[in-house]
């Protein structure tokens, strides 16, 4: 905007020098300001009434011209040096040069909003003769000759003024311009920002019409999400979007949003393009300074987010279930070991069918129970496994005689197993719980008989995204369980492998043997999938991978009655703070004629091998034992002093088996025999342990 001021520069364009002096006089008089503008508000008063002129008095500076083009060149200069004239005074004749009007037009020409005050005559031209050659203008004025004084020096105070003013709105209308041009870029930007966001966006954004339930746009994940297009919005609508939102549902909607309220993650289920159902979140806003009655809605999936959480709570109650059986397999185990051991040795003793009749009950069922807590250690991860190579063929092998005595004569079994299979890298007693586990749950969809078949054969992962999401491309074992059996509903088969879910009658089923098949597939880097009909039968099956880089087999001595080897211990030291299981190992090597000493725990066992008069050949050793020196430790200081010490690890169960680095000591890694056991596996692992390739 212009700056106000109180001194206007006048120009006097006349071919008398002494109206010049003249002018000079009348604005610029001897009196002081004060009062001549004091003359000038009076003599307006009695003219317009009461006027409210400013208290400050006006100054002129005045410039004069003898002709029209000198007071153009006068004109042009005062607007380069950006200090303008406010009010022109031009004589109508001004010989020999331009007249008054034409001197006016150049003027107006170099300065439009110059106030020009024409001195004339009564002779010169006439009002209308002006207009026609200068055009209708405020900024025109016709002083008659001969003026008063007072009546000049008042166009010149008025004519400044609404010069002033002119300027001022000018300015005002410059700066609103400039005002509603930046504003107007900044809301271009502005929307070009928000369209940008609006398509970038990946979660699925809209515009909708409040009163006519349409979308006015959509952006980009929108379209991917429903297999719509922008171009044609009319096949799809809120509605359709939410088949469970009616029209009424909507309704109360758009009030609530028309109100001001927002609407935040509102629950709905639909369709996506792919006619795969999916939990969505709902959000909106009404949008406000729009002629339509419109909201923006943004959709968020959290189809993800809710499989997580339940994945979560999963997890987490795996953990508490985890945790709780890590606490009590230990003593649990020892228990089963008393049973199990005392059990297997009375039927070796006895052949009347009555007694094992009456034992062998005794037997299965301690084998279920020990089953049962090393399936809640595997699938809540608390299990510890030891990998190793294997030969899956031997497996099979050793498996046929156990299944054959777990499934009734009504069904058959068929092992369509090749003779050779390329090794993998697993845990021996892992894997046979997958396909004890497998097997009893087609028997168990077999009441009336059937078949089953157990299949295996190499194959090789190219195309993961058709196999499983969890599917790496490689080489892998591909085994199938296969049965005729009743099939599985297709609402339950999404379920099967969930813990503690199973359609079996109570006391029938825990829950848990699909669970944990799933568990150790997936520790061992594989994955598992079925497919079933009802009526028709079931298929499981799963992939192990085999390693790059070909290894040997490892063998597993854990399997047969060994006492007969003539590599039997001399003197074993055993160390067992549990008195049950102090009896069990003393009657089993007593009965067998191997001489032992008996230790509560390590501190005393230490004592005993140095006091010893026999040397011991045999260590046999409980891990968790009470007074601060585990099983571990001791292991390790006795082998310092005799690295060739056979010996035993027993463990009902003990976290420090998880960590390779605790197993370490000198001399060669020992050998683990987990509880419970029967007298065949610990005689297997004492002959292993003792075995000259162990020495």
Same mark, same amino acid.
């Not at 609407?263 to 939990?279: A, C, K, L, M, T």
């Not at 010996?647 to 420090?656: D, K, P």
């Given at each position: 905007?212009?700056?106000?001021?109180?001194?206007?520069?006048?120009?006097?364009?006349?071919?008398?020098?002494?109206?010049? =002096?003249?002018?000079?006089?009348?604005?610029?008089?001897?009196?002081?300001?004060?009062?001549?503008?004091?003359?000038?508000?009076?003599?307006?008063?009695?003219?317009?009434?009461?006027?409210?002129?400013?208290?400050?008095?006006?100054?002129?500076?005045?410039?004069?011209?003898?002709?029209?083009?000198?007071?153009?060149?006068?004109?042009? *200069?005062?607007?380069?040096?950006?200090?303008? &004239?406010?009010? +022109?005074?031009?004589?109508?004749?001004?010989?020999?040069?331009?007249?008054?009007?034409?001197?006016?037009?150049?003027?107006?020409?170099?300065?439009?909003?110059?106030?020009?005050?024409?001195?004339?005559?009564?002779?010169?031209?006439?009002?209308?003769?002006?207009? =026609?050659?200068?055009?209708?203008?405020?900024?025109?004025?016709?002083?008659?000759?001969?003026?008063?004084?007072?009546?000049?020096?008042?166009?010149?105070?008025?004519?400044?003024?609404?010069?002033?003013?002119?300027?001022?709105?000018?300015?005002?209308?410059?700066?609103?311009?400039? !005002?509603?041009?930046?504003?107007? &870029?900044?809301?271009?930007?502005?929307?070009?920002?928000?369209?940008?966001?609006?398509?970038?966006?990946?979660?699925?954004?809209?515009?909708?019409?409040?009163?006519?339930?349409?979308?006015?746009?959509?952006?980009?994940?929108?379209?991917?999400? &429903? /297999?719509?297009?922008?171009?044609?919005?009319?096949?799809?609508?809120?509605?359709?979007?939410?088949?469970?939102?009616?029209?009424?549902?909507?309704?109360?909607?758009?009030?609530?949003?028309?109100?001001?309220?927002?609407?935040?993650?509102?629950?709905?289920?639909?369709?996506?393009?792919?006619?795969?159902?999916?939990?969505?979140?709902?959000?909106?806003?009404?949008?406000?300074?729009?002629?339509?009655?419109? +909201?923006?809605?943004?959709?968020?999936?959290? #189809?993800?987010?809710?499989?997580?959480?339940?994945?979560?709570?999963?997890?987490?109650?795996?953990?508490?279930?985890?945790?709780?059986?890590?606490?009590?397999?230990?003593?649990?185990?020892?228990?089963?070991?008393?049973?199990?051991?005392?059990?297997?040795?009375?039927?070796? *003793?006895?052949?009347?069918?009555?007694?094992?009749?009456?034992?062998?009950?005794?037997?299965?069922?301690?084998?279920?129970?020990?089953?049962?807590?090393?399936?809640?250690?595997?699938?809540?991860?608390?299990?510890?496994?030891?990998?190793?190579?294997?030969?899956?063929?031997?497996?099979?092998?050793?498996?046929?005689?156990?299944?054959?005595?777990?499934?009734?004569?009504?069904?058959?079994? =068929?092992?369509?197993?090749?003779?050779?299979?390329?090794?993998?890298?697993?845990?021996?007693?892992?894997?046979?719980?997958?396909?004890?586990? !497998?097997?009893?749950?087609?028997?168990?969809?077999?009441?009336? /008989?059937?078949?089953?078949?157990?299949?295996?054969?190499?194959?090789?992962?190219?195309?993961?995204?058709?196999?499983?999401?969890?599917?790496?491309?490689?080489?892998?074992?591909?085994?199938?369980?296969?049965?005729?059996?009743?099939?599985?509903?297709?609402?339950?088969?999404?379920?099967?492998?969930?813990?503690?879910?199973?359609?079996?009658?109570?006391?029938?089923?825990?829950?848990?043997?699909?669970?944990?098949?799933?568990?150790?597939?997936?520790?061992?880097?594989?994955?598992?999938?079925?497919?079933?009909?009802? /009526?028709?039968?079931?298929?499981? #099956?799963?992939?192990?991978?085999?390693?790059?880089?070909?290894?040997?087999?490892?063998?597993?001595?854990?399997?047969?009655?060994?006492?007969?080897?003539?590599?039997?211990?001399?003197?074993?030291?055993?160390?067992?703070?549990?008195?049950?299981?102090?009896?069990?190992?003393?009657?089993?090597?007593?009965?067998?004629?191997?001489?032992?000493?008996?230790?509560?725990?390590?501190?005393?066992?230490?004592?005993?091998?140095?006091?010893?008069?026999?040397?011991?050949?045999?260590?046999?050793?409980?891990?968790?034992?009470?007074?601060?020196?585990? /099983?571990?430790?001791?292991?390790?200081?006795?082998? =310092?002093?005799?690295?060739?010490?056979?010996?035993?690890?027993?463990?009902?169960?003990?976290?420090?088996?998880?960590?390779?680095?605790?197993?370490?000591?000198?001399?060669?890694?020992?050998?683990?025999?987990?509880?419970?056991?029967?007298?065949?596996?610990?005689?297997?692992?004492? +002959?292993?342990?003792?075995?000259?390739?162990?020495?």
């Amino acid at each position: 905007m212009n700056k106000p001021t109180s001194t206007y520069r006048i120009l006097v364009i006349d071919d008398t020098p002494s109206i010049h =002096e003249d002018f000079r006089k009348i604005l610029n008089p001897s009196t002081d300001p004060a009062e001549s503008n004091a003359r000038v508000q009076s003599l307006a008063s009695a003219i317009f009434g009461k006027t409210n002129l400013p208290p400050a008095p006006i100054r002129f500076t005045v410039d004069s011209a003898m002709q029209g083009e000198e007071g153009l060149e006068r004109v042009i *200069d005062a607007l380069t040096e950006s200090r303008p &004239y406010a009010v +022109a005074f031009v004589d109508m004749r001004i010989p020999p040069g331009w007249d008054g009007l034409e001197t006016i037009r150049h003027l107006w020409g170099a300065d439009p909003q110059l106030q020009i005050v024409i001195c004339t005559a009564y002779s010169d031209h006439s009002w209308s003769a002006i207009s =026609e050659r200068l055009g209708y203008s405020d900024n025109l004025l016709i002083l008659k000759k001969p003026f008063d004084h007072i009546e000049a020096l008042q166009l010149a105070h008025s004519l400044s003024r609404k010069w002033q003013l002119a300027r001022d709105n000018a300015a005002n209308v410059r700066q609103l311009d400039e !005002l509603v041009a930046r504003r107007t &870029y900044q809301l271009s930007e502005a929307e070009e920002r928000f369209t940008e966001a609006f398509n970038a966006s990946p979660l699925p954004q809209a515009i909708v019409d409040l009163e006519d339930a349409c979308f006015l746009s959509i952006n980009t994940a929108l379209e991917k999400q &429903y /297999g719509v297009s922008r171009c044609d919005l009319t096949a799809l609508t809120p509605l359709t979007i939410c088949p469970s939102l009616d029209a009424s549902g909507w309704t109360g909607l758009a009030k609530h949003l028309r109100s001001g309220q927002p609407i935040d993650e509102h629950p709905f289920v639909s369709q996506n393009v792919h006619g795969q159902e999916r939990h969505m979140r709902f959000s909106a806003r009404a949008i406000p300074f729009t002629i339509h009655s419109c +909201a923006i809605i943004v959709l968020r999936d959290v #189809t993800e987010q809710l499989e997580t959480e339940q994945k979560l709570r999963q997890s987490q109650k795996l953990e508490a279930v985890g945790q709780l059986t890590a606490g009590i397999a230990h003593d649990f185990n020892n228990l089963l070991t008393v049973i199990q051991s005392y059990t297997s040795e009375l039927l070796l *003793d006895r052949s009347d069918q009555q007694t094992r009749a009456m034992l062998e009950p005794v037997q299965t069922a301690t084998m279920r129970a020990a089953s049962l807590i090393r399936q809640l250690l595997i699938f809540s991860r608390k299990e510890v496994a030891h990998p190793q190579t294997l030969d899956l063929c031997t497996i099979f092998d050793g498996l046929r005689s156990l299944l054959s005595r777990l499934i009734s004569a009504n069904i058959a079994i =068929e092992w369509d197993i090749p003779k050779q299979l390329p090794l993998i890298v697993a845990d021996a007693g892992n894997l046979e719980q997958i396909i004890v586990n !497998l097997i009893v749950n087609s028997r168990d969809a077999m009441p009336d /008989g059937g078949k089953i078949t157990v299949q295996a054969k190499p194959c090789e992962i190219i195309n993961t995204a058709a196999q499983h999401p969890d599917a790496t491309p490689g080489q892998y074992i591909e085994i199938n369980v296969c049965d005729t059996g009743t099939g599985i509903p297709a609402d339950i088969l999404p379920r099967v492998f969930e813990p503690f879910f199973t359609t079996k009658e109570s006391g029938k089923g825990t829950g848990l043997g699909l669970a944990t098949v799933y568990s150790i597939v997936k520790q061992h880097g594989g994955w598992i999938q079925v497919r079933s009909q009802p /009526g028709l039968g079931t298929t499981f #099956t799963f992939y192990l991978p085999v390693p790059a880089t070909p290894a040997t087999t490892s063998t597993d001595a854990h399997t047969s009655d060994q006492t007969s080897s003539p590599h039997l211990p001399r003197n074993v030291l055993m160390v067992e703070d549990d008195p049950a299981i102090q009896n069990v190992l003393a009657t089993l090597l007593s009965r067998r004629g191997i001489k032992y000493a008996m230790a509560p725990d390590g501190v005393a066992a230490l004592s005993l091998w140095i006091n010893s008069p026999a040397p011991f050949d045999l260590l046999i050793t409980d891990i968790v034992m009470p007074n601060g020196v585990s /099983g571990l430790k001791l292991a390790s200081s006795i082998r =310092e002093q005799n690295p060739t010490l056979s010996v035993i690890l027993m463990s009902g169960y003990s976290e420090a088996l998880a960590d390779p680095k605790n197993l370490e000591m000198p001399g060669n890694p020992p050998v683990f025999l987990d509880k419970p056991f029967t007298p065949q596996q610990l005689f297997a692992a004492i +002959a292993e342990a003792h075995s000259p390739s162990s020495s």
